[in-house]
């Protein structure tokens, strides 16, 4: 594989690599962070899931989607004035400076005429800057030369966060948003109500950090295995005008040899019942192959379920079902619920102490700031009372088969949440 002439002004040519293998050449605009151009395919099948191939050529439409999907999103709060502490121009710049290197997947990029490697780069093993996590949370500017080589340009999502080495173990710390702070007490109850149903997901716990409330989880990705979300997967086959999300979903899990697709959407649905998530879109939920030989794994553990409990909302607001957004199949939870196929697996005396669990989690006493006991109390007797709605339907032998087809989600859109400060 030879890859041809280095930077050329603000254009700059590269492999697109996934661990060792040269995937594809591309040209980069180090302005805007752009793929500009895709030159010879090398490794198709390593392309990322969901771009197609046709007569030899990448679609560089779909591509790009990928790359700057892997970018922070520019509406993530304190992005802008990180963005001008870094000196560059957006947060796709960021990615060519750290080389798109992630914690989530084994994709990057090398320039060419570089001498840089696999195993001196990857994050899975090496060492890697906190000067970006630093400049998002806002920290004091370092003086010298700023270190680019940062997972954090690489974890797209709304809310702030950063990755930290702890124990010798890659960890994702995520904060919350205002007014309530929640997301990362949110976290946690959802790890513990997981645990209860015996549902295979990514720990969280809380930590507190000058009166704020950040969740910590460990990386669930490691240095042979890579997570492809929902979003990419979708983009495997045509929909149809006539196949619903779920359909399409189940579809393309099932082409590519990804097991127990149903199985884990039964529980994932139930549990974004229970605890009313508002966020489930497709970029928060997975599978996971090893990046080498691509074989699938299974479905990922379930992550990023802190958008939920009523977290941005007053209590009256919280009572209001109609109020409370569901994603990603069914624009209401009560519609999506009948996507289940099967409720056998639930446990219901496991879930009893659910509501007391709830209520000791949120009253941390460092929590006090940002939510009063009545409305931690409405958050319980909330969460109970859809809980015996479950157990109910559950219960039924004449659950209503008839699904409302105009209840579909129609777009992939992430919540926006409210800015800091
Ligand atoms: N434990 C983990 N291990 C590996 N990758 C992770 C882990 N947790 C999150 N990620 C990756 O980081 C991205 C952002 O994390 P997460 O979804 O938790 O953030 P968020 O701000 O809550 O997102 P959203 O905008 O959906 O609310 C995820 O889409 C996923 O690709
Ligand atoms: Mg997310």
Redesign the pocket.
């Known amino acids: 594989m030879i890859i041809r002439a280095i930077s050329n002004g603000d254009k700059m040519n590269c492999a697109l690599m996934h661990k060792h293998i040269c995937v594809a050449e591309i040209e980069l605009d180090t302005d805007t962070g752009f793929i500009q151009r895709i030159g010879k395919v090398f490794a198709p099948e390593h392309l990322p899931v969901g771009v197609p191939v046709k007569r030899g050529s990448a679609d560089r439409a779909a591509l790009n989607d990928w790359w700057t999907d892997r970018s922070i999103p520019a509406s993530r709060p304190g992005v802008r004035q990180a963005v001008e502490v870094l000196g560059v121009s957006s947060t796709k710049t960021l990615l060519v400076r750290g080389y798109g290197l992630s914690?989530?997947d084994q994709y990057w990029i090398l320039p060419a005429g570089s001498d840089m490697t696999w195993e001196t780069l990857y994050f899975f093993r090496n060492g890697f800057s906190s000067d970006i996590g630093d400049v998002l949370f806002g920290l004091e500017k370092k003086t010298g030369p700023i270190n680019f080589i940062s997972p954090d340009s690489t974890?797209?999502?709304?809310?702030i966060?950063r990755w930290k080495l702890i124990d010798g173990k890659r960890c994702?710390i995520?904060g919350g948003s205002n007014p309530f702070r929640q997301q990362p007490l949110n976290e946690m109850i959802a790890t513990e109500i997981m645990n209860r149903l015996g549902i295979p997901c990514?720990p969280y716990s809380v930590v507190w950090d000058g009166g704020a409330p950040y969740s910590v989880?460990?990386?669930?990705?490691d240095e042979n295995t890579e997570?492809v979300?929902a979003w990419r997967i979708i983009k495997t086959r045509k929909q149809s005008n006539s196949t619903s999300m779920y359909s399409h979903f189940v579809n393309c899990a099932e082409a590519l040899g990804i097991k127990d697709a149903v199985a884990f959407l039964d529980r994932l649905i139930v549990l974004d019942y229970i605890i009313a998530n508002e966020?489930r879109?497709l970029?928060?939920f997975g599978a996971l192959r090893n990046a080498e030989t691509l074989e699938w794994l299974g479905m990922a553990p379930i992550?990023?379920s802190?958008?939920s409990l009523g977290y941005d909302k007053s209590v009256p607001l919280m009572m209001n079902a109609r109020e409370v957004i569901c994603k990603p199949f069914k624009k209401h939870h009560e519609e999506q619920l009948k996507l289940v196929s099967d409720f056998g697996w639930i446990d219901f005396a496991k879930l009893e102490d659910v509501p007391g669990m709830i209520v000791g989690v949120l009253s941390d006493k460092n929590a006090r700031d940002y939510m009063d006991e009545s409305r931690i109390h409405a958050i319980a007797e909330l969460t109970r009372k859809r809980i015996e709605y479950l157990k109910q339907l559950a219960g039924s032998h004449e659950r209503k088969q008839t699904i409302d087809l105009n209840d579909e989600v129609t777009e992939n859109v992430?919540?926006d949440y409210y800015t800091e400060g």
Do not use: I
């Open positions: 914690l989530s974890t797209d999502g709304f809310l966060k994702l995520k990514v989880c460990e990386d669930f990705v997570l979300p966020d879109h970029n928060n992550y990023d802190g958008s992430a919540e």
